[in-house]
């Protein structure tokens, strides 16, 4: 499985964006993908997952009610969309699969795009 992410850039903050996840090599329905981002000097952590077959989503605290995670199946993609972003928001955000992981299971996931760099300015 590759995975690629893109969408990252910079903005204003309250500002939006929308990541991808292009999945290729298998069906992305068929995998529990996971949103995880790193901010400089930081560890990684856990934003967002959408389970698979059902495509029922869930979010870390933080980004509830700001951020949705649709999968579009005929595109074999998964979007991150995110709204009201903070300047502490800024990180390298990152897809990942997995077919059993533990959603917020960073360790879990066996698959990792390369990441997609997300700038907020004050």
């Known amino acids: 499985v590759q995975l690629q992410a893109s969408g990252g850039g910079l903005v204003q903050a309250g500002g939006s964006l929308r990541l991808s996840c292009a999945v290729f090599g298998r069906t992305v329905r068929n995998y529990v993908m996971g949103w995880f981002r790193q901010a400089p000097g930081k560890k990684r952590e856990w934003v967002s997952c959408i389970s698979r077959e059902d495509g029922y989503s869930y979010f870390a605290d933080f980004v509830k009610s700001r951020f949705t995670v649709v999968r579009d199946n005929a595109k074999n993609t998964v979007y991150l969309q995110m709204n009201k972003l903070r300047p502490e928001e800024t990180a390298v955000y990152f897809c990942?699969?997995?077919?059993?992981?533990?959603?917020?299971?960073?360790?879990?996931?066996?698959?990792w795009g390369q990441g997609t760099l997300v700038t907020v300015s004050s």
């Open positions: 990942a699969a997995d077919l059993y992981p533990t959603c917020n299971g960073y360790s879990e996931y066996e698959f």
